[in-house]
């Protein structure tokens, strides 16, 4: 937006209202007519320095908007479902989420997060839930790649999503059934190049800089956010700092020797205690991944299923986990979930599939800042292969895993709150 229209939408919104209505409540519960376009004007609204509030666990954690005949010409122009309430409805709201025995709170969202999207540039349309739903929410982010994140140029950021990246320097292990294909070839060509030109001998060496370089981002206060085999691998390849675990067909030369037994599980965010997978035959990094698991169940059995948080203490799980429903239908991708062995005991699982014995949706702290790992590759495609089209989410605008994402969006707006033990 520009310059004079935030000016002027902040004069209106100084001016008394001439009738009774006092604010704006978009509802996120089964009334909500599109979700994640609401989750797009939430963004607009923060990012014209307007303060809105997020009502935990109100009507599917509804949002509330001073009243201002801007916002409401947004949101009929979006379609999104609103109600102008006077003065006394919001009051009454605010005392019964103020009940201490009712789990539900108020959050106030202050500063629109500066967001990046770390990606590399040609990336197939079928790459990225991620950006597909911030292009549709229509919610500005800033793509970046390697370059960016070696010279140190992350802090000028405040919430860094990784695009569905290998970082362990494996293209992904496409190898054996698409080595042959002119994307792939242009995919190792473009990454060889950008590791030279950056100083680096191997792509492995490259990744795992970048992978550094995030952590470090993090521990300084940033929020990272990523998807499918942008979560295992990362946390591979930081675990893999003092080893090998390339074979030829990606580096040049052969893998360690006995490269499992230099794992650093003191390296990485989430997992532990997991072992790499060596055949770089096989389209897998290791056995953190559950996807095997999901190939034995009916489609309409594959669930997982958000876990309840008290909104009143655990502030920012019960913003990640925001939704009209706490079940939600699962979706595959390379890393499809995460088999809950292999994870951490300070992590926070906040969505599992019991049945399984995995977890799609976990979170920790690191440092000053926090990560969000979410598995799977496209909540509106249960089973999405290279080079299907991309999911049109004008015939998902209520999709409940889509949500997930955006609520990851919208939390560091809030004041940062860490977890009461």
Same mark, same amino acid.
């Given at each position: 937006?520009?310059?004079?229209?935030?000016?002027?939408?902040?004069?209106?919104?100084?001016?008394?209202?001439?009738?009774?209505?006092?604010?704006?409540? &978009?509802?996120?519960?089964?009334?909500?007519?599109?979700?994640? *376009?609401?989750?797009?004007?939430?963004?607009?609204?923060?990012?014209?320095?307007?303060?809105?509030?997020?009502?935990?666990? !109100?009507?599917?954690?509804?949002?509330?908007?001073?009243?201002?005949?801007?916002?409401?010409?947004?949101?009929?122009?979006?379609? &999104?479902? !609103?109600?102008?309430?006077?003065?006394?409805?919001?009051?009454?709201?605010?005392?019964?989420?103020?009940?201490?025995?009712?789990?539900?709170?108020?959050?106030?969202?202050?500063?629109?997060?500066?967001?990046?999207? =770390?990606?590399?540039?040609?990336?197939?349309?079928?790459?990225?839930?991620?950006?597909?739903?911030?292009? @549709?929410?229509?919610?500005?982010?800033?793509?970046? @790649?390697?370059?960016?994140? $070696?010279?140190?140029?992350?802090?000028?950021?405040?919430?860094?999503?990784?695009? +569905?990246?290998?970082?362990?320097?494996?293209?992904?292990?496409?190898?054996?059934?698409?080595?042959?294909?002119?994307?792939?070839?242009?995919?190792?060509?473009?990454?060889?190049?950008?590791?030279? *030109?950056?100083?680096?001998?191997? /792509?492995?060496?490259?990744?795992?800089?970048?992978?550094?370089?995030? *952590?470090?981002? /993090?521990?300084?206060?940033?929020?990272?956010?990523?998807?499918?085999?942008?979560?295992?691998? =990362?946390?591979?390849?930081?675990?893999?700092?003092?080893?090998?675990?390339?074979?030829?067909? @990606?580096?040049?030369?052969?893998?360690?020797?006995?490269?499992?037994?230099?794992?650093?599980?003191?390296?990485?965010?989430?997992?532990?205690?997991?072992?790499?997978?060596? %055949?770089?035959?096989?389209?897998? !990094?290791?056995?953190?991944?559950?996807?095997?698991?999901?190939?034995?169940?009916?489609?309409?059995?594959?669930?997982?299923?958000?876990?309840?948080?008290?909104?009143?203490?655990? /502030?920012?799980?019960?913003?990640?986990?925001?939704?009209?429903?706490?079940?939600?239908?699962?979706?595959?991708?390379?890393?499809?979930?995460?088999?809950?062995?292999?994870?951490?005991?300070? $992590?926070?699982?906040?969505?599992?599939? *019991?049945?399984?014995?995995?977890?799609?949706?976990? +979170?920790?702290?690191?440092?000053?800042?926090?990560?969000?790992?979410?598995?799977?590759?496209?909540?509106?495609?249960?089973?999405?292969?290279?080079?299907?089209?991309?999911? %049109?989410?004008?015939? +998902?605008?209520?999709?409940?895993?889509?949500?997930?994402?955006?609520?990851?969006?919208?939390?560091?707006?809030?004041?940062?709150?860490?977890?009461?033990?």
């Amino acid at each position: 937006m520009t310059y004079l229209f935030r000016i002027l939408l902040l004069i209106l919104l100084a001016l008394p209202y001439s009738g009774k209505a006092s604010a704006i409540l &978009v509802p996120m519960d089964e009334t909500q007519k599109n979700h994640l *376009k609401a989750y797009g004007v939430a963004y607009w609204v923060l990012e014209n320095e307007v303060v809105m509030e997020w009502l935990l666990n !109100y009507r599917g954690g509804s949002f509330l908007f001073p009243h201002a005949e801007l916002i409401e010409e947004e949101l009929i122009l979006k379609g &999104v479902s !609103y109600s102008i309430l006077p003065d006394s409805k919001v009051k009454a709201i605010k005392s019964e989420i103020a009940n201490p025995e009712v789990n539900m709170e108020v959050v106030q969202l202050e500063k629109a997060p500066k967001i990046a999207v =770390y990606t590399p540039k040609g990336k197939q349309p079928w790459d990225d839930a991620v950006t597909m739903v911030l292009t @549709y929410a229509e919610i500005p982010y800033e793509e970046i @790649y390697d370059s960016t994140v $070696v010279k140190g140029g992350l802090p000028e950021f405040d919430w860094l999503h990784l695009h +569905h990246e290998d970082f362990t320097g494996q293209y992904g292990k496409f190898y054996r059934n698409y080595h042959t294909q002119s994307w792939y070839q242009k995919q190792v060509r473009d990454n060889e190049e950008m590791a030279k *030109k950056l100083g680096f001998e191997k /792509v492995s060496e490259l990744k795992l800089a970048v992978a550094v370089n995030i *952590k470090n981002f /993090v521990a300084g206060g940033g929020f990272l956010f990523t998807m499918c085999s942008g979560t295992d691998s =990362y946390d591979i390849a930081l675990s893999a700092e003092s080893t090998d675990i390339c074979e030829h067909m @990606y580096d040049g030369d052969p893998a360690e020797a006995n490269f499992q037994s230099k794992i650093d599980f003191t390296k990485t965010l989430a997992f532990k205690d997991f072992t790499v997978e060596k %055949d770089p035959m096989v389209y897998e !990094y290791s056995d953190i991944d559950g996807t095997k698991d999901h190939l034995r169940v009916p489609e309409q059995q594959d669930k997982f299923f958000l876990f309840e948080f008290s909104a009143k203490w655990d /502030v920012v799980p019960t913003m990640l986990c925001q939704n009209h429903t706490m079940e939600i239908d699962g979706f595959m991708g390379q890393t499809t979930d995460f088999r809950t062995e292999f994870i951490k005991p300070d $992590v926070l699982i906040m969505g599992e599939n *019991k049945a399984m014995g995995t977890a799609r949706y976990i +979170h920790g702290e690191f440092g000053e800042g926090t990560w969000t790992f979410y598995g799977g590759h496209d909540p509106e495609d249960y089973q999405h292969f290279v080079g299907d089209p991309p999911t %049109d989410l004008n015939l +998902h605008p209520n999709s409940p895993g889509y949500r997930l994402i955006l609520n990851n969006i919208l939390f560091p707006a809030a004041k940062k709150k860490k977890r009461k033990t």
